[in-house]
């Protein structure tokens, strides 16, 4: 039997050696990008649900809007309205409070010394004030 020459073994070493090291790697690097792939894909569903959930909020968002409900709060907000039977009260800040109760004083105690004169004789924008502040105090 004849024995190979040394660098013809060698050489076959080498070749299965890069075989066996370009195969491991090609192994590898498929996992990587399946890997990689993979995350995407879990990131993207997750994206999808969260955009369905979206769409659903929107949706009931658009059906509320399209009720009448929905227009009495806005007219209420926005335009001040109020129903027909509704009764609406104001609330005043201190301060306001403050001076329609000194107002509310002074008016008592001129109304008792005015109770024999003719109330007419009240300068027209204080019966204003007394019809706007003291009729929501009551």
């Known amino acids: ?14 070749a299965v050696f890069f075989v066996i090291v ?19 894909i879990t990131i993207l569903k997750e994206n999808i649900e969260k955009i369905k959930q979206e769409n659903k909020n929107l949706e009931n968002m658009k059906l509320f809007y399209q009720t009448q409900t929905f227009a009495d709060i806005e007219a209420r907000r926005r335009l001040n309205l109020k129903r027909v039977d ?11 409070k403050q001076k329609s109760d000194l ?8 109304e008792k010394k005015n109770d024999n004169q ?11 004030y007394q019809y706007i502040f003291a009729s929501s105090l009551k």
């Open 22 to 40: 370009y195969s491991a790697w090609t192994v590898g690097y498929s996992v990587y990008k399946n890997y990689q792939i993979n995350k995407e």
């Open 103 to 110: 107002i509310a004083q002074t008016s008592q105690t001129s």
């Open 1 to 14: 039997m004849e024995r190979e020459k040394p660098y013809v073994v060698a050489f076959k070493n080498f």
């Open 86 to 96: 509704e009764k609406v009260f104001s609330i005043l800040p201190d301060e306001l």
């Open 118 to 128: 003719n109330t007419n004789q009240d300068p027209n924008q204080y019966k204003w």
